[in-house]
């Protein structure tokens, strides 16, 4: 079974930068796969924030272009069977203080919406301070 383990969060303050990074495990690497960076803030719904997928297209919240970047690597296994996605968090405001959520999906393109995907991790917190 596909695990999915998010790294990197923590506290910064407002301007600053953070990187969090996703790990996935027994990952049956093709070209159709799909991931995606959430957030979900205390008393609010999830959102997507970020989403790659097998052929290089990126997709961006509207709120975050131009500051955060998504990124895929593969693994030194040579079976292909893990992945590392991160996502790279410039400009950091208070407002994007969240849970953050990586997703993947073995079938897809680079989506924002939840529905989208079937595996997921535990999260990572991002904190940013005023």
């Known amino acids: 079974r596909v695990k999915v383990v998010e790294s990197g969060g923590g506290s910064v303050q407002a301007g600053g930068s953070l990187k969090v990074s996703c790990e996935l495990s027994?990952?049956?690497?093709?070209?159709?796969?799909?991931m995606g960076w959430f957030r979900q803030a205390p008393g609010k719904e999830r959102e997507g924030v970020a989403a790659?997928?097998?052929?290089?297209?990126?997709?961006?919240?509207?709120?975050?272009k131009g500051r955060f970047t998504i990124s895929q690597e593969h693994g030194k296994n040579d079976e292909g069977r893990q992945m590392y996605v991160h996502l790279q968090m410039n400009n950091l405001e208070p407002e994007v203080t969240a849970m953050y959520y990586c997703a993947a999906e073995e079938t897809c393109s680079a989506t924002l919406s939840d529905d989208g995907y079937y595996y997921w991790g535990q999260g990572t917190q991002v904190t940013v301070s005023s």
């Open positions: 790659i997928d097998g052929d290089g297209t990126t997709l961006y919240a509207d709120s975050v």
């Open positions: 027994d990952w049956i690497y093709n070209h159709a796969y799909c």
